[in-house]
């Protein structure tokens, strides 16, 4: 099973500010099948990226996603207030189909 | 824009049969689209469950395989999950979604609004 590990666990920024935020595989993953996903208080999750770099219909272009193999990385420009969330990656690249813990993104 | 609706019972009692129904509107379950529950805990991460494609074939999480079923109800267009044996780490918000999947990417673009399921005696 792929384990994705996401850091850090907590971001605390302020409004304006770059977020980068981490998610590492523990073996290669298929950047087609890398995802971020956005959660808000009593809320699904929220498609952001897919195929570690496109944006979903309707996801502003302050959000951008990179990364290959083990290393990917989700950044948010000129963070707003209503980018306060839990972050979540997931990968689709082997037969179990696993979830990072997320990363919590606190805007001061 | 795929809408989904999950139901269940709210509170299920330890070793009894959880069953959940994803009411989808705007699409069929047995065409064009392939189904994914994903379950999470109380103030924790996301767990894939499992899969369902619209032909009705699934696939499990292998932590999970021994005790659930996946399945599609064409006539009432719902898919239903069922996982047997809970026990209070089954506690948890059940999420339905729609899944895109192929030799190019994949993804959940439309979730469910999620049902806490409780397991309690």
């Known amino acids: 099973e792929v384990v994705l590990r996401q850091s850090p666990d907590t971001l605390s920024l302020s409004p304006g500010q770059k977020a980068t935020l981490s998610c590492r595989a523990s073996?290669?993953?298929?950047?087609?099948?890398l995802v971020w996903y956005q959660q808000k208080p009593g809320q699904a999750p929220r498609l952001l990226i897919y195929?570690?770099?496109s944006r979903a219909t309707g996801v502003s272009d302050r959000f951008s996603g990179s990364g290959s193999e083990t290393d990917f990385t989700l950044t948010i420009a000129r963070l707003e207030p209503e980018d306060s969330a839990v972050y979540f990656c997931?990968?689709?690249?082997?037969?179990?189909?696993?979830f990072g813990q997320g990363t919590k993104v606190e805007i001061k | 824009q795929v809408h989904l609706q999950e139901s269940g019972p709210g509170l299920v009692k330890p070793s009894e049969t959880l069953s959940l129904t994803c009411v989808v509107s705007?699409?069929?379950?047995?065409?064009?689209?392939?189904w994914g529950w994903i379950r999470q805990a109380p103030g924790g991460g996301l767990e894939w469950m499992g899969n369902?494609?619209?032909?009705?074939?699934?696939n499990y999480s292998p932590s999970l395989r021994s005790r659930v079923t996946m399945s599609l109800n064409a006539s009432k267009n719902q898919v239903t999950l069922r996982l047997t044996s809970v026990t209070a780490s089954d506690t948890a918000i059940y999420y339905c979604?729609?899944?895109?999947?192929?030799?190019?990417?994949?993804?959940?673009?439309?979730w469910g609004q999620g049902t806490l399921v409780t397991v309690s005696s």
């Open positions: 369902i494609h619209n032909s009705g074939t699934a």
């Open positions: 997931q990968q689709f690249g082997y037969s179990v189909w696993t």
């Open positions: 979604a729609t899944l895109h999947y192929d030799i190019l990417t994949g993804y959940c673009p439309y």
């Open positions: 705007t699409a069929s379950v047995d065409s064009g689209h392939n």
């Open positions: 073996q290669s993953v298929s950047s087609n099948y």
């Open positions: 195929g570690a770099s």
